[in-house]
């Protein structure tokens, strides 16, 4: 059976756009106006520091957001409003894609308006948007690209591969796991009629085109022994923890809002059950096959997040034919502030908007039951107590003579802790820290020597560091309230007469001792 007629599309920017528009300036106000809320959360200090070491690569993400952190920083300095400007400004561009999508596979008005609603709500685009990460420049190139294929789709225009070709690269350089997606919606294409789109000449140059984006890091990665799989293979060996077929369900219930699971349910039956749907049935393929691919590999809830966008979007549609069939559009209203209002009721777990005590408290009402609650909780315990830590340190460093001050290395174990150093320690004049966590090997300990060392973090080996120097002296354990669990009471010990040099020294940082 041939596939359905697509209607004419004379302009991929219609009047609806003013629509998109206003739910992008939302989505960019409610992120700017929560950007300053507690502090910086623990990977934003050391994507500063990697926007500080530019390079085509990082033991444990591509190029693109230490790109988007030494933008920021070049333009407004240490400023936390800066540095999660981007970031928003992501969110808000994602919302004209997400309408623009929409419209693309079938929607009116009120499809376009209710999948825009269900994305300004939606917990895990709330959070990811609300602060520097990989995850939110990955949601908007795969979102792009899902906007290329609808339009390839719909009008079988092969040069448009070319522009695709261009978001792959891009995205590449912002996360791996786009190769995981990218092969999802590839077998979903391949099980649809429009899989005679990929015999075109321009699926070659659109492939050369993100290679040619990506080289550069896969370079990297050669010159550096493929540092990233090692990391990978890493963090596989150490993490013990398993998430049943239910704890990854109810996980996408949740972060993609309770009350959104009918209309991405839906959307999975526009795809896979309507004429109307039929032409873009990849886009329910590509849902199944990152669903089973993250669930067998163990992938966090969050890594299926990029697909939900079309899912919404064919939901909204499928619910749009129907009000539109029973000729009741105040129905349409009515969902609208339901959806509203439960995002609102959710909002305050993802979004940093309520003094951190009652933080807890709402947080802990709504998930104590759930699986993985401590992720949530992390998204706001990971921005609290870093200054506060930092000044102990800077208590111990003044306490040294001058010319021992001079000569000190402050060591951390962690990439939270030597990015926190970095970013609060030059009001205390304190030294670069260094460390040996992720890309801060490679950036080596620059001129600094072993003499004296302040050494401190997260999986420190005590037994190691009296090993490696001859007078070790514990002077504290650090306290912050409020602050991680996972910080507390970390002992700090100064070090002198070190027993190595730094050549057979530095090797053994790359543990953390």
Known sequence: MSSPALPPKSSPFPPEMTLWVIFALAKLGTHLL???GYGIFRDEFYFIDCGK?????????????????????TLFGDSILGLRLFPALAGAFKMLMVG??????????????????????????????????????????????????????STENQKLWLLFGLCAGLAMLTKYSFAYLAAATLL??????????????????????????????LIWQIRHDWATF?????????????????????????????????????????FFLTPKGKPYRLFGWSFVFTYLFFLFMQGKIYYLSPVYPALFAGGAILLESG??????????????????????????????????PLYRAYVGHFTRQLPNAHELDQLFIDRLGWEEQVSQ?????????????????????????????????????????VSGHNSYFFWGPGETTLETVIVYGQGLDEEEVYQCWEEVQLVTHLKTNPGPPWEQNLPV??????????????????KGF
């Open 323 to 356: 009000i539109q069939r029973l000729g009741r559009l105040w129905l349409g209203w009515l969902t609208g502030f339901v959806i509203l209002t439960g995002g609102m009721v959710l909002a305050p777990i993802f979004l940093p908007i309520l003094p951190f």
């Open 493 to 510: 010990y100064l070090c002198r007469k070190p027993k190595l040099s730094m050549q057979d020294f530095w090797p053994l940082t790359r």
């Open 53 to 73: 070491h530019l390079d085509f690569g990082y033991v444990d993400h591509p190029p693109m957001v230490a790109v988007s952190a030494w933008v920021s920083h």
């Open 230 to 270: 090692a990391f990978l293979s890493t963090v596989h060996q150490y993490d013990h923890s398993r998430i049943s077929f239910l704890e990854f369900t109810l996980g996408q219930i949740l972060y993609h809002h309770p009350l959104l699971f009918p209309l991405w349910l839906a959307g999975l039956g526009y």
């Open 393 to 433: 340190i800077a208590q111990i460093f003044q306490t040294l003579p001058r010319d021992e001050q001079r000569r000190c290395m402050i060591l951390a174990t962690d990439y939270g802790e030597a990015g926190a150093l970095n970013y609060y320690g030059k009001q205390y004049g304190l030294p670069t820290a």
């Open 100 to 153: 623009w999508l929409t419209r693309e596979i079938g929607g009116g008005r009120m499809a376009q308006a209710l999948a825009c609603l269900a994305f300004l709500v939606t917990p895990i685009f709330m959070a990811v948007d609300s602060m520097l990460t990989i995850v939110t420049y990955e949601h908007l190139f795969w979102l792009g690209a899902c906007c290329i294929l609808a339009r390839i789709i």
């Open 34 to 36: 929560s950007a300053q």
């Open 188 to 217: 979903g294409l391949l099980l649809t009629p429009q899989r005679k789109l990929l015999w075109s000449k321009s699926i070659l140059g659109a492939g050369a085109l993100a290679l040619i984006l990506f080289l550069p890091n």
